[in-house]
């Protein structure tokens, strides 16, 4: 198999009051003979600075910098410091004979205080102003709620309490209790372990890209050459397929397009795509916390992971007290300690406000981009809570 790959990047970074932008290119060659011989070769790049969806012309770059700057300013004045990070990435593939061209952008901004970082990402597309709207309203979110309630701390811990997860908190909890457990590898490593996986009939969850191509920078192929297809993956309580790489391992026998590597150096493996948690009950978020005399409302999640040979997860992020159905004390460094197989069954509700949520996801020390369209969830009730709450 011939696998071509010309990746090309514009990178801006702001830090310290300093606006800096430069191109970056990738590219090269991975052969794989018939007798499994492999031949990897770098080279440079034939489309430098050609960067198809995502054009930013002088004019957006200078818009971009001003409104950085601003901001900047503004969390200088409140002993803030500020940064962030914009990428918009392209590249061109060549499997044997099928060509495919792919594309995805995002800003990640980062606020420090007290020595301790709150960051957000967001997706880019043409419409600046709309980028500019998610910000702007994430740095009011911050002032305003983390900042003012960011003061002395005392340690905070529960055990069997329930939790409200917020729809980007929700999406990170579903791609990690069962995105992962249906990836191939994961699933055939561990078949003994969903024998007893708890899956409530209420929750459907499909892994579609469909108009969302260019938020996880996938197209037409998988990096095998298979042409991507919906799957449906969880439906009425059961497991309907997984995300196979190879034929044996689906439950059909057939691909539907989930090989992906991080360039031409690295093998493919497994992966998530755009996972999709289907809406259910018809609460907003605010109803759902109503329904709450005593719960933890975790606002975001900044970090998870999934222990390959075992049933744990870790969810690190922040979020607040709920107290009769009411937000209050913030909680910083949260830390959710659960079980992939039995945490499920304590599923209450599923919102109607289902949120994108895109980042990097890390697998055998590759990145891969991966999205997430989920509502805000509760369940009645998680193992192991702890972290800073402040008063």
Same mark, same amino acid.
């Given at each position: ?12 970074? /702001? ?21 499994? @011989? ?27 910098? &001003? ?17 962030? =990070? ?31 970082? %709150? ?26 709620? #983390? ?26 909890? &579903? ?10 590898? %994961? ?40 042409? &991507? ?26 691909? /539907? ?17 755009? @996972? ?11 109803? #759902? ?15 998870? =992971? ?29 830390? #959710? ?8 069954? /304590? ?28 509502? @805000? ?15």
């Amino acid at each position: 198999m011939y696998y071509i790959q010309d990746n090309n990047d514009f990178i801006i970074k /702001y830090t310290n009051g300093k606006f800096e932008y430069t191109f970056e290119s990738l590219s090269g060659d991975r052969v794989q003979l018939k007798n499994g @011989t492999i031949k990897i070769k770098t080279c440079k790049s034939t489309t430098t600075n050609n960067y198809g969806f995502f054009i930013l012309n002088d004019n957006d770059i200078y818009t971009l910098k &001003i409104f950085l700057e601003n901001i900047f300013k503004k969390l200088k004045s409140l002993k803030t410091s500020f940064s962030a =990070y914009l990428k918009m990435h392209s590249e061109t593939i060549l499997i044997d004979e099928k060509k495919d061209f792919r594309v995805y952008g995002f800003i990640k901004i980062i606020m420090n205080i007290n020595n301790k970082n %709150f960051s957000s990402e967001f997706a880019i597309t043409r419409d600046l102003k709309l980028l500019f709207d998610q910000i702007s309203t994430y740095i009011c979110y911050f002032e305003k709620i #983390i900042r003012k309630k960011f003061l002395t701390a005392k340690p905070f811990f529960r055990t069997n309490y329930p939790v409200i997860l917020s729809a980007q908190a929700a999406g990170c909890f &579903i791609h990690e209790i069962i995105g992962h457990l249906l990836e191939e590898d %994961f699933f055939c490593f561990n078949k003994k372990l969903f024998e007893n996986y708890n899956i409530p009939k209420k929750i459907e969850i499909v892994d579609d890209i469909t108009g969302y191509e260019h938020f996880i920078g996938l197209n037409k192929f998988d990096d095998r050459g298979t042409k &991507i297809k919906p799957l449906k993956l969880i439906s009425a309580g059961k497991i309907t397929n997984i995300m196979a790489i190879n034929k044996k391992s689906s439950f059909d026998r057939k691909l /539907y397009g989930f090989a992906r590597r991080e360039n031409f150096k690295t093998i493919s493996l497994p992966r998530m795509r755009f @996972t999709k948690i289907k809406t259910v009950n018809n609460y907003a978020q605010n109803d #759902i916390i109503a329904r709450y005399k005593n719960a933890l409302f975790m606002s975001k999640i900044r970090s998870a =992971y999934t222990t390959f040979n075992s049933d744990k997860y870790v969810l690190s992020g922040e979020g607040f007290i709920v107290k009769n159905g009411e937000i209050k004390n913030f909680v910083s460094s949260l830390i #959710i300690n659960g079980n992939v197989l039995t945490d499920l069954k /304590y599923l209450d509700f599923i919102g109607n406000d289902p949120q994108i949520t895109v980042s990097f996801c890390g697998k055998l020390n590759q990145l891969v981009r991966v999205g997430v369209l989920a509502p @805000t969830i509760s369940l009645s009730k998680i193992p192991i809570l702890q972290g800073n709450l402040h008063e």
